[in-house]
């Protein structure tokens, strides 16, 4: 790296050591509508570029119309098993009378047309939508040796078909609870048959139309752009084992839940890989129209914490872009160049400082970033605790940032280290205006020749010093600071005190420069060392 080349920015990729092929996956999970509070069983299909939610279905297979909705059964009550299956639900509990289980090789087994999660529409002609578990017991029980049945699969199936519902216990009376819908009624739907012999079980002819319960298709979320949250809804609270993946138009998952924090984990990995890469394409197309001293080092979603006035902590998501020159802070991610005056603020990169808060390492990164990072210690993650860090800028302000997983947190340290050293690279030297002794000054900082004070109208040098002559500083945390050199020939200290309009800003510049100067005499600085070791490095000093 040299100035005088000016070296275009290297787009900021994935590092060897935490490279993950895209992920192609499938497998069962739960998804929590928060507008119902219910919780249904989903499938999962994860590829390259989507995200696909499925959910089961009853489909025709064979005969039949598979457009139709509803199907029509008949069954034949036996003397022993009744018909052959157990209901819950109920409209007291606002969800309908729903077939809890099918009794294997009795009647409704044996019929292939009737299937768990099926909701009852009708009972012997008798419209049931509307009615009350009791209700729908009573007509089934007295409905006769041959009941005729009219369902439709319920593609949302809440959790009351595997738990009880969230009222009050039923009585201890055995009559009460059989038929209550907290429970499965099943044996005592059988009746009383008028037939002295039990009926034969009828079995599907071949010329019957044939039913098969599968996964469809129902929501299919593009990635490109995506982002995930674990936070809770109007919360700084993280959710446990779930998450909710929204994409670029505004659709999103609702909350993906997961047996295990294990499980949970590695969805998350794998999601958010996927959308790595698909930016990682999105960036190289970006920079096909910007110019050299322009380019796109790396941009993602992520999350703002915000103090509010009741000393509450809120968050908001916002995208970062590395871009040229700026850190830019936007709504949304720019689908066009026009976007990018839209953003809501911008930085010069040789005026910031990035700062990892705690960087907590869970088991799905934990060995590639401690190779990347150098670390020589785990860190447990907490659920309450994100990957977080700040960007510190000028006037002494900053703002906080979290991102989902340890890997996605040393991305952006990386990225924030090779679009500062590009900048500095870029623009060679920075001036800034300030004062001493009542005197008008220009503070130049120069990546060739270090540091130089020259009086504002006449130009005339003051004083001069190398990078390696700067021994310490202090600063008064508002507009002065105190620059302490080692003169090179009789090696004494000699203080400079200068006064800034915007001292934070020059600051993080000498930061900056530093860094850059660091890295160009041992480059493998850039790859291998956090941007903290430089910090440690100046306080050192």
């Not at 009795?106 to 019929?111: E, I, L, P, R, Y």
């Not at 993602?300 to 802070?329: M, P």
């Amino acid at each position: 790296m040299n100035v005088a080349g000016k070296p275009q920015p290297d787009v900021i990729e994935r590092p060897a050591s935490l490279l993950v092929p895209t992920w192609t996956k499938s497998g069962l999970a739960l998804v929590y509508d928060e507008d119902s509070s219910n919780t249904y069983d989903i499938r999962l299909k994860l590829s390259k570029e989507l995200l696909t939610i499925q959910k089961q279905d009853v489909v025709c297979v064979h005969g039949g119309d598979p457009h139709l909705n509803h199907r029509t059964v008949v069954l034949r009550r036996q003397l022993t098993g009744g018909l052959g299956l157990s209901i819950k639900g109920g409209a007291e509990h606002k969800v309908p009378v729903v077939i809890s289980k099918i009794f294997k090789d009795q009647v409704a087994d044996q019929t292939g047309m009737l299937f768990i999660g099926d909701a009852m529409l009708q009972v012997n002609g008798i419209n049931v939508e509307k009615c009350t578990h009791e209700e729908v017991v009573h007509l089934l029980r007295t409905a006769g040796d041959e009941v005729t049945l009219t369902v439709r699969y319920l593609r949302e199936a809440p959790a009351f078909l595997k738990l009880p519902l969230g009222s009050p216990g039923p009585s201890s009376d055995n009559s009460s609870r059989a038929s209550s819908p907290l429970f499965d009624s099943g044996l005592h739907l059988n009746g009383n048959s008028s037939n002295t012999a039990p009926s034969s079980p009828s079995s599907p002819s071949a010329n019957e139309p044939k039913y098969e319960k599968r996964w469809v298709d129902a929501v299919s979320l593009p990635l490109a752009m995506a982002r995930v949250s674990r936070h809770k809804a109007g919360s700084h609270k993280l959710r446990s084992n779930s998450f909710e993946v929204f994409a670029l138009d505004g659709s999103c998952t609702n909350v993906l839940q997961f047996c295990t924090a294990a499980e949970s984990t590695d969805w998350l990995q794998a999601i958010l890989t996927n959308i790595n890469d698909l930016t990682q394409e999105n960036i190289k197309l970006t920079n096909q129209g910007l110019s050299p001293d322009d380019q796109v080092i790396h941009m993602g979603w992520v999350c703002e914490h915000l103090q509010s006035s009741d000393a509450n902590q809120t968050h908001r998501y916002k995208f970062l872009a590395l871009k040229g020159s700026c850190l830019y802070i936007l709504r949304s991610p720019p689908v066009s160049m026009s976007e990018w005056a839209q953003a809501e603020a911008t930085f010069n990169l040789c005026e910031v400082l990035f700062k990892v808060h705690k960087l907590w390492i869970a088991e799905d990164c934990w060995i590639q970033a401690k190779l990347y990072l150098g670390l020589q210690q785990a860190c447990e993650l907490q659920d309450s605790e994100a990957f977080c860090f700040s960007v510190l800028v000028g006037h002494g302000q900053s703002h906080s940032f979290s991102v989902e997983l340890g890997c996605d947190l040393a991305l952006w340290e990386k990225a924030f280290q090779r679009a500062v050293f590009a900048e500095v690279h870029r623009a060679g030297s920075k001036t800034y205006m300030c004062s001493s002794h009542g005197k008008i000054l220009c503070f130049t900082i120069d990546f060739d020749s270090g540091f130089c004070c020259s009086e504002s109208i006449s130009k005339k040098t003051l004083w001069r010093y190398k990078f390696s002559q700067l021994k310490g500083s202090s600063d008064d945390g508002k507009t002065r600071v105190k620059l302490l050199f080692q003169n090179s020939e009789n090696k004494q200290i000699e203080m400079k005190e200068l006064e800034f309009a915007n001292l934070t800003a020059v600051l993080h510049c000498i930061h900056s420069f530093i860094a850059a100067k660091v890295a160009s005499v041992d480059p493998v600085f850039v790859n291998s060392q956090s941007i903290s070791t430089t910090r440690k490095y100046m306080g050192n000093n």
